[in-house]
């Protein structure tokens, strides 16, 4: 018998492979499909690239890649016998099938029957294991190292821990400048560019600068990087991450992310008091809690008698450690049929032409995901005998580990977060932004094929105007979701609030239990209205006057797309530093019309502001240096003047926030005062360049640079599909920021023809050459370029209706829990991780993502 299977496996040796240290085993999930050892016909291994197929999926990789040897894994679970049975431990057949599965089941309650063998395809020819008195050495090292194999996935797991726990060397000896410098707890901008998101807050000297720039869209400049090389000063915290319990840190000079154990002192030093954060937040710690149960029950429905649903549309996506924000974004896609025809209805050739690694491909997983949800393969509803059984059970309290288990997409999961420096982690992530994540990943994966994000996508327009020269500039910029504020002070039940804080206030004085929290009550209408009111512009720069002055801002929409996101911005940041989440219930509609939003454009009797870029400041510039016209008296409003003086403020620094907030009262001009009160020249006599000597020959941005842009991104807006030539113009004319470029190419789509003009001399000192195999517009006419400079938005009416949302549970967006709430078929469905069941009172007025389609006929 020993020679036989010896002289079976000859043929097939040399694709047998003994994993390495590098090498991936997937032993617990099917590459194609959420087939594993406990499903019917278990898991196939290959022997040679260590993935795992199904029974129905092994014969394609058969024939794609010709392997032929693969190790077959089969888990059997049975629930244990009552009686003197129970107390028996859990027998395996084979004691060396080590199998890393998900358990899904009580192991005091079942026990499980493991066994592996090898099939040898196309014969089928099966070789028990372990067999080595029969096997070649190689073929039994290679079994044993496969079955001893760690998942990728517990790998991955185990390196996100201990990323986190690596403390830097420069903390004990971090020396920090006594330079003044406070940090607010909100308010932060670049110090070098206009970024006000993702910024880091150098604990040297106190800097804030912006991140780097990632693939998604998201990031910055790449200018607390560029601090760190001029300065050498090495740590630095990410701001919206601060919290009682700390702050995400990096090590510019490690490379990598870093602990801290000093970091409530380091923050200290520029007036963040963590500590005083963590005994305000240990004190209000009761009145949290009872509020956030609250929240839990009403939002999971706990406490109705839910029904189960089983069958296509209806499968459950299990948690797989505060994964529950891609869950919930992923069933709601999911309901989509855009994104269900492009990779369900395409699955058969997404599968056949799948790279020889599909683990790896976005497109595959995709197409995994989707037909798990909606094939009902994995949602089956149980037969009589089993349900007798399950209720027998729930008099044991005892989990029936075979019904709604879910699917688990690790291998999506591991593709969408990879080099992400939050997704890759294991912390609960902001499901918004994970959303908009998402969507760049699937328009970078549907390069000239169909695009289903294509039905979230809509053109914002951005109306700014000066307050001092009255002129205005109107811009366009693509989003995919729109926010809305939500205004406290809009509450319907502002009686009711205000009693319960008068409550609340004396309980703690008196240490008595907290009453009954109430929770903001605030009509839709009002989260509009404060959405079109004209909000501030700090730091605005006027190009009519070649300074800086008052500026407002409003939003409108240039194009409705398919499908409209909103989300309610519930979270933000209290003065003591402490991140909050606003206790608001919103009546969010039914039926939606936003058609009176829609933008208009430039007006009739409207001036544009010229189209200038602010100059460059150049380190050591004397304000001194240029020509000043000191502005009379009887330019500015000198009792709103005197009002603010009143308050305190200087008299200088008053005049000017009169002047450039043009003469438009008080409290505009005290807007502007805190704005820019920390400016070292705050209270110096206000003073503009002349126009005379500036004359209509003011530079542009532009003319202060005689380098090309940085190449990298030049790279990232060519492969948007924008024409080489109109990338470098862009840059150019935004100082190299990525998102100013993408809006500008957006609102001057006139300048193409000037701009290749324009760019041609500059571009024949760089080799085109290297360019023209991969962005593939060296032959592109001019209608085709004209097309790709204009967003693809499929614009409509602006009447919708509510289909989706996702609700979050917890105080904060780094944690708690979200669950999402589907209409289907007339019903609203609630979609908890794994469990699916249908909706008794949906909690639409507590959510978080509203998703809605735009009405049929409309």
Not at 228 to 236: I, K, M, Q, S, V
Request: net charge negative.
């Amino acid at each position: 018998m020993a020679a036989d299977l010896g002289e079976l496996l000859v043929p097939y040796m040399p694709t047998i492979r003994v994993p390495r240290s590098g090498d991936r085993v997937f032993k617990s999930e099917c590459a194609f499909s959420y087939d594993c050892p406990e499903s019917e016909g278990g898991l196939y291994v290959c022997m040679s690239t260590f993935l795992g197929f199904g029974r129905e999926h092994v014969e394609r990789h058969y024939r794609k890649t010709g392997q032929s040897v693969y190790m077959h894994l089969k888990r059997t679970v049975k629930e244990k016998a009552t009686g003197a049975a129970a107390g028996a431990v859990s027998r395996r057949r084979n004691g060396k099938v080590l199998l890393e599965l998900n358990r899904d089941f009580n192991g005091d309650d079942y026990e499980c029957e493991d066994e592996a063998k090898l099939v040898i395809f196309p014969e089928h020819h099966e070789i028990p294991l372990p067999n080595i008195e029969e096997l070649p050495a190689l073929v039994t090292i290679a079994c044993d190292a496969v079955l001893n194999a760690t998942s990728p996935y517990k790998k991955q797991e185990t390196l996100s821990w201990e990323d986190e726990i690596q403390v830097s060397r420069h903390a004990k000896s971090l020396r920090q400048q006594d330079n003044g410098v406070q940090i607010p707890p909100s308010g932060w901008k670049c110090s070098k560019c206009e970024m006000r998101e993702n910024l880091w807050l150098n604990l040297t000297d106190g800097e804030v600068h912006c991140g780097k720039w990632f693939c998604d869209g998201t990031g910055g400049n790449g200018h607390a990087l560029e601090h760190y090389r001029e300065t050498n000063f090495p740590l630095a915290i990410r701001l919206d991450t601060i919290t009682a319990d700390g702050a995400d840190v990096y090590s510019f000079d490690e490379e990598e992310a870093v602990l801290d154990p000093h970091l409530a002192n380091h923050l200290a030093q520029f007036g963040i008091d963590i500590l005083q954060a963590q005994k305000t937040q240990t004190g209000h710690m009761d009145k949290e809690m009872r509020l956030r149960a609250r929240e839990w029950e009403v939002i999971q429905e706990s406490g109705q008698k839910l029904k189960p649903v089983y069958g296509s549309g209806y499968t459950g996506i299990k948690n797989l450690g505060n994964s529950c924000y891609l869950g919930t974004t992923m069933q709601v896609l999911f309901n989509i049929p855009e994104f269900q025809r492009t990779y369900v209805g395409n699955l058969q050739r997404i599968f056949d032409y799948s790279p020889l690694d599909p683990s790896r491909d976005f497109g595959t997983q995709m197409a995994k995901l989707g037909h798990a949800l909606l094939s009902g393969q994995y949602s089956k509803p149980p037969v009589k005998s089993e349900l007798i059984e399950q209720v027998m059970r729930e008099e044991r309290k005892v989990l029936d580990w075979q019904q709604q288990r879910g699917v688990s997409p690790r291998m999506l999961k591991a593709l969408i977060s990879k080099d992400h420096p939050e997704f890759s982690s294991i912390r609960q992530q902001d499901a918004h932004e994970f959303f908009l994540h998402l969507m760049n990943i699937v328009e970078r994966n549907s390069p000239g094929s169909e695009n289903p994000s294509d039905v979230f996508r809509f053109l914002v327009e951005e109306r700014v105007q000066c307050c001092q020269s009255r002129k205005v500039r109107y811009s366009q910029r693509v989003d995919y979701c729109m926010r809305f504020p939500a205004p406290i002070e809009a509450a319907t039940n502002r009686e009711e609030l205000i009693a319960y804080e008068a409550q609340r206030r004396e309980a703690e004085e008196n240490m008595t239990p907290l009453p009954v929290p109430v929770r903001a009550r605030i009509p839709f209408t009002a989260c509009l209205q404060a959405f079109t009111e004209p909000e501030n512009v700090p730091d605005f720069w006027s190009s009519a006057l070649q300074a800086k002055s008052a500026g407002v801002k409003t939003c409108r929409f240039a194009s409705f797309p398919e499908y409209m996101v909103i989300q309610i911005k519930k979270f933000t940041f209290g003065m003591d530093w402490i991140p909050k989440k606003l206790d608001v219930s919103i009546d969010m509609p039914d039926f939606l019309d936003l058609s009176r939003l829609r933008a208009i454009g430039l007006q009739a009797g409207e001036m544009e502001l010229p189209d200038l870029t602010p100059p460059i400041v150049l380190p050591g510039n004397s304000r001194g240096s240029s020509l000043n016209n000191f502005l009379d008296s009887s330019d500015i409003d000198e009792s709103s003047v005197l009002q603010l003086a009143d308050m305190g403020f200087p008299l200088e620094a008053c005049r000017k926030a009169v002047y450039y907030t043009g003469n438009m009262g008080p409290e505009m001009a005290f807007s502007w005062i805190i704005a820019h009160m920390e400016e070292p020249d705050f209270a110096e006599p206000l003073a503009l360049h002349s126009f005379a000597e500036a004359g209509p020959s003011f530079p542009t941005l532009s003319s202060f640079m005689g380098s090309q842009p940085p190449e990298e991104s030049v790279a990232i807006l060519t492969s948007m599909g924008f024409p080489r030539h109109q990338t470098i113009q862009a840059l150019k004319a935004t100082n190299n920021n990525l998102e100013h470029a993408l809006d500008w190419i957006f609102s001057h789509p006139d300048h193409e023809e000037e701009s290749e003009a324009a760019s041609d001399t500059a571009d024949e000192e760089l080799d085109d050459s290297a360019y023209s195999s991969t962005n593939g517009h060296s032959d592109t006419s001019p209608s085709q370029n004209q097309e790709r400079l204009s967003p693809r938005v499929k614009d409509g009416p602006g009447r919708y209706e509510l289909f989706a949302f996702i609700s979050h549970m917890g105080s904060s967006v780094k944690s708690g829990h979200y669950v999402c709430h589907i209409k289907k078929e007339g019903r609203w469905i609630i979609y908890n991780d794994h469990k699916v069941c249908l909706s008794e009172k949906p909690p639409k007025d507590w959510g978080y993502l509203y998703f809605y389609h735009r009405l049929s006929g409309s």
